[in-house]
């Protein structure tokens, strides 16, 4: 059964270093979707994407957060510089439409020291 | 921000309870959907109820969603172990992005 791959699975990094997460959607999904969940909490929206395009990213903090997905395809997500509170899961989802079933990777736990 | 609250925050039962979780919403909307997500795992969906339908059944699940109201139920029946997560609720709205907002989650244990 096709997945959606993230990685890294773990990720520690010093407060004001660089850091940055892959996500492979499933194979044909135009939309995909960067999440944030803070333990405790349901995942919020960062971004997403229809194809190369940015379609939400109202939630993004945008003075450190990057995103692209260059050809429609695969995505990174990007943080410069991290900072203590950006601690938290940070999934990945695809679908085949917006606003219908998501398909999500196992995500990425990201330790801020 | 997030639209949907689920109640209650956490619920403990024996194996072979139903549980019965609740969701409500603040905004008129397309779809709301359920997901489960195992500790540390990723989220995976388990229904979807359209805003013109009322009940939705797959397996041992059972949703509600009544718009009058703003809410929507998920009974699990005969419940097992392997049901222990958090589930949340997330809700598609009208005229916006048609993103998911997701709710804080009901996180359950069932007792063996």
């Known amino acids: 059964e096709a997945e959606v791959a993230q990685s890294p699975r773990y990720k520690i990094t010093e407060k004001s270093q660089a850091v940055a997460f892959w996500c492979d959607p499933i194979?044909?999904?135009?939309?995909l979707y960067w999440y944030r969940q803070i333990l405790g909490q349901g995942p919020e929206l960062l971004v997403q994407f229809q194809d190369e395009s940015v379609v939400d990213d109202s939630q993004l903090p945008k003075d450190r957060f990057s995103a692209e997905r260059l050809k429609g395809v695969d995505s990174t997500l990007k943080i410069q510089p991290a900072e203590l509170g950006d601690s938290a899961m940070y999934l990945c989802?695809?679908?085949?439409?917006?606003?219908?079933?998501?398909?999500f990777g196992p995500g990425t736990r990201l330790t801020v020291t | 921000s997030q639209q949907g609250e689920e109640d209650p925050q956490a619920l403990s039962i024996q194996e072979g309870e139903n549980a019965t979780m609740n969701c409500s919403y603040k905004t008129s909307i397309n779809n709301l959907q359920w997901y489960r997500q195992n500790s540390g795992r990723g989220l995976v969906h388990l229904i979807l109820?359209?805003?013109?339908?009322r009940e939705k059944h797959s397996g041992r699940l059972r949703v509600t969603l009544d718009t009058s109201k703003k809410s929507s139920s998920l009974l699990i029946t005969a419940s097992r172990a392997a049901d222990t997560a958090s589930y949340f609720c997330?809700?598609?709205?009208?005229?916006?992005?048609?993103?998911?907002?997701f709710g804080k989650g009901t996180k359950l244990t069932v007792n063996p």
């Open positions: 989802a695809s679908s085949w439409l917006g606003n219908g079933e998501q398909y």
């Open positions: 997330a809700t598609s709205t009208q005229g916006g992005s048609e993103k998911l907002v």
């Open positions: 109820i359209r805003s013109n339908e």
């Open positions: 194979s044909g999904h135009a939309t």
